[in-house]
T-cell receptor
Framework: DAGITQSPRHKVTETGTPVTLRCHQT?????MYWYRQDPGHGLRLIHY???????DKGEVSDGYSVSRSKTEDFLLTLESATSSQTSVYFC??????????FGPGTRLLVL | SQQGEEDPQALSIQEGENATMNCSYK?????LQWYRQNSGRGLVHLIL?????REKHSGRLRVTLDTSKKSSSLLITASRAADTASYFC?????????????FGKGTLLTVNP
């Protein structure tokens, strides 16, 4: 998986609790992305980063925040998890602004 | 909103047959990419075709792009059971941020032994 790890790989949490997902890369790529994948919706972009401390919103950013304090780590935070945020979350990286390389995914269940 | 839309949503074929999947999109693009996703795994990049290209090959994969019709097709020749996966098209739209991709909902390909 091109030097990308995601943690945790599985998580069960309760509505209203904060959750942080971590994406770690060893490729020194500039661009990092967080997607969610849901049946019937495909892959949708939540937030992305184009450099350290440089982030921007994707199409489904409400309820999510991100931080990137160093090149290798991109954190996705659900401030107060809701059942609608139950999903599979994928991190991706890109070094050439074109091809993206995906992590293994995190399955999140919000009860 | 989704940019690419794959067709069909699901495709079942026998091993050795060819599989063709189509993708339509709405706005002008810089490039179009195809990705594969095996069940429970992350997406894997297969091939990229730029807006000024019409056809591209990679091994058993053949991709075509028709910018006048805003459509692309992915052909997998001599399919194998290991090709069973979901296939997604993704577009990098021209204008605006040029480092984001917009993914379609995917085609689920089943290759029966």
């Amino acid at each position: 998986d091109a030097g990308i790890t995601q943690s945790p790989r599985h998580k069960v949490t309760e509505t209203g609790t904060p959750v942080t997902l971590r994406c770690h890369q060893t490729e020194n790529h500039r661009y990092m992305y967080w997607y969610r994948q849901d049946p019937g919706h495909g892959l949708r972009l939540i937030h992305y980063s184009y450099g350290v401390k440089d982030t921007d919103k994707g199409e489904v950013s409400d309820g999510y925040s991100v931080s990137r304090s160093k090149t290798e780590d991109f954190l996705l935070t659900l401030e107060s998890a809701t059942s609608s945020q139950t999903s599979v979350y994928f991190c991706a990286i890109s070094g050439d602004q074109e091809t993206q390389y995906f992590g293994p995914g995190t399955r999140l269940l919000v009860l | 909103s989704q940019q690419g839309e794959e067709d069909p949503q699901a495709l079942s074929i026998q091993e050795g047959e060819n599989a063709t999947m189509n993708c339509s999109y709405k706005t002008s693009i810089n490039n179009l990419q195809w990705y594969r996703q095996n069940s429970g795994r992350g997406l894997v990049h297969l091939i990229l075709i730029r807006s000024n290209e019409r056809e591209k090959h990679s091994g058993r994969l053949r991709v075509t792009l028709d910018t006048s019709k805003k459509s692309s097709s992915l052909l997998i020749t001599a399919s194998r059971a290991a090709d069973t996966a979901s296939y997604f098209c993704a577009t990098e739209n021209s204008g605006g941020s040029n480092y984001k991709l917009t993914f379609g909902k995917g085609t689920l390909l089943t290759v029966n032994p």
